[in-house]
């Protein structure tokens, strides 16, 4: 394999990107506007756990006459190793989807409490009243760990987030509590009933498990009804996105880039990974959405 396979596409769409509505800085507004900027093809939302955003950024796509596509990345875990997974273009109104999205974001809310009731034993000024200060959209954002690293920040605790996750909220730290999630291919199927696509995410990336997910639990992901592998991350390092790449091949995925871009909260910046025209034409075939192209 070239290392020019093993690069992200210099055109097209970035498909990953994060806004207020979970952990990202800015608004789905200014994710249309800076992907347009930028000249990319189309962005995609998708903020974890929730597809709260998407009347905000349609509006923009709309407005702006900008391409975009609809998704959400959820949280799920299997052998101890956790596993986000893109679902783009589903029914929003499926029940079963919708109820997953309740149990996780009410999971993900009691785990910050405990972590904040954690931390506020050594760190007083962490409370749950400093964490939803950093809450960008009320109760219609997925609350995560970003939040409390915002409120350590906010504190002087920590300089910035990337001290915060290696310090403080890091998931080897005391404070750290594991969220209790679906496993992945529970997410597959259910994402797949609601007529949308899937496609695992940074699944190379050796910063987020002690362990990767190994070719036999993909292989698992992919008779549920698998659709694509995002190859093209920045935690995905060569010989990891070669393994994917060639899983991809094998099975005649969508093979994927994105930025997991946050504004701010992380250093990722917008279309710094790409997915091509045709896998996202691939990727959309069939589901219940249609990409938006105004």
Same mark, same amino acid.
């Given at each position: 394999?070239?290392?020019?396979?093993?690069?992200? =596409?210099?055109?097209?769409?970035?498909?990953?990107?994060?806004?207020?509505?979970?952990?990202?800085?800015?608004?789905? *507004?200014?994710?249309?506007?800076?992907?347009?900027?930028?000249?990319?093809?189309?962005?995609?939302?998708?903020?974890?756990?929730?597809?709260?955003?998407?009347?905000?950024?349609?509006? *923009?796509?709309?407005?702006?006459?900008?391409?975009?596509?609809?998704?959400?990345?959820?949280?799920?875990?299997?052998?101890?190793?956790?596993?986000?997974?893109?679902?783009?273009?589903?029914?929003?109104?499926?029940?079963?989807?919708? *109820?997953?999205?309740? $149990?996780?974001?009410? *999971?993900?809310?009691?785990?910050? $409490?405990?972590?904040?009731?954690?931390?506020?034993?050594?760190?007083?000024?962490?409370?749950?009243?400093? /964490?939803?200060?950093?809450?960008?959209?009320?109760?219609?954002?997925?609350?995560?760990?970003?939040?409390? !690293?915002?409120?350590? %920040? !906010? #504190?002087?605790?920590?300089?910035?987030?990337?001290?915060?996750?290696?310090? &403080?909220?890091?998931?080897?730290?005391?404070?750290? /509590?594991? %969220?209790?999630?679906?496993?992945?291919?529970?997410?597959?199927?259910?994402?797949?009933? !609601?007529?949308? !696509? %899937? /496609? &695992?995410?940074?699944?190379?990336?050796?910063?987020?498990?002690? $362990?990767?997910?190994?070719?036999?639990?993909?292989?698992?992901?992919?008779?549920?009804?698998? @659709?694509?592998?995002? +190859?093209?991350?920045?935690?995905?390092?060569?010989?990891?996105?070669?393994?994917?790449?060639?899983? #991809? $091949?094998?099975?005649?995925?969508? +093979?994927?880039?994105?930025? @997991?871009?946050?504004?701010?909260?992380?250093?990722?910046?917008?279309?710094?990974?790409?997915?091509?025209?045709?896998?996202?034409?691939?990727?959309?075939?069939?589901?219940?959405? =249609?990409?938006?192209?105004?």
């Amino acid at each position: 394999m070239s290392d020019d396979e093993l690069k992200s =596409p210099t055109s097209g769409w970035d498909i990953h990107c994060h806004t207020r509505f979970s952990d990202g800085t800015e608004s789905p *507004a200014t994710l249309v506007s800076q992907g347009k900027a930028l000249g990319l093809h189309g962005v995609g939302i998708a903020d974890h756990d929730t597809w709260n955003g998407w009347p905000e950024a349609e509006a *923009a796509a709309k407005e702006q006459r900008f391409p975009l596509i609809r998704g959400t990345e959820i949280t799920s875990s299997v052998d101890h190793t956790s596993v986000h997974v893109l679902g783009f273009l589903y029914d929003p109104a499926n029940e079963g989807l919708a *109820a997953m999205f309740r $149990r996780t974001r009410e *999971a993900r809310e009691d785990r910050v $409490r405990e972590m904040v009731e954690r931390i506020s034993r050594d760190y007083p000024q962490i409370t749950w009243e400093a /964490v939803q200060r950093q809450i960008g959209e009320g109760n219609q954002t997925t609350v995560g760990r970003p939040h409390i !690293a915002d409120a350590l %920040v !906010a #504190a002087g605790i920590c300089s910035d987030r990337e001290e915060a996750f290696s310090t &403080v909220v890091s998931s080897r730290s005391k404070y750290y /509590v594991p %969220v209790p999630s679906p496993t992945p291919a529970e997410v597959t199927q259910t994402v797949k009933k !609601a007529g949308g !696509a %899937v /496609v &695992v995410a940074h699944v190379g990336d050796r910063s987020r498990n002690k $362990r990767l997910l190994p070719d036999e639990r993909l292989e698992e992901l992919i008779d549920a009804g698998l @659709d694509g592998i995002e +190859v093209y991350h920045r935690g995905n390092l060569p010989d990891q996105r070669e393994r994917l790449l060639g899983i #991809a $091949r094998r099975h005649h995925l969508v +093979v994927t880039g994105g930025s @997991d871009w946050h504004g701010k909260g992380k250093p990722n910046p917008l279309g710094e990974n790409l997915t091509s025209d045709e896998m996202v034409r691939r990727l959309a075939e069939g589901c219940y959405l =249609p990409i938006l192209r105004p």
